[in-house]
């Protein structure tokens, strides 16, 4: 059992790997730095202003937890996943 990584060509490189494949990544390389990014922006994940290492990773954890809950909501509501903004202007 392996692990198979697949990263970004140069732009001189000749891609063989599959179009589907290529654009399956592209999508899901996407969500995660979409998800990286409000992480970091809408739940201040990169500033913690912990003191102790318990207080950090709470912090942390309570963060992270937070995105799923949001796209819940979002997704029980039937609107965009990643609108948290919409949760709390409406």
Excluded at 30 to 56: D, K, N, P
Excluded at 61 to 74: D, E, M, T, W
Aim: net charge positive; charged share 25%; proline share 4%.
């Amino acid at each position: 059992m392996g692990m198979t990584l697949h990263s970004p060509l140069r732009r001189n490189m000749m891609d063989s790997r599959p179009k589907s494949l290529v654009d399956h990544i592209v999508s899901v390389r996407r969500r995660v730095e979409t998800v990286i990014g409000q992480l970091a922006e809408r739940f201040s994940a990169e500033r913690t202003g912990a003191r102790m290492l318990w207080q950090l990773v709470s912090r942390i954890y309570r963060k992270v937890a937070a995105h799923p809950l949001c796209v819940l909501i979002n997704q029980s509501l039937g609107r965009p996943l990643l609108d948290f903004e919409g949760l709390v202007t409406e």
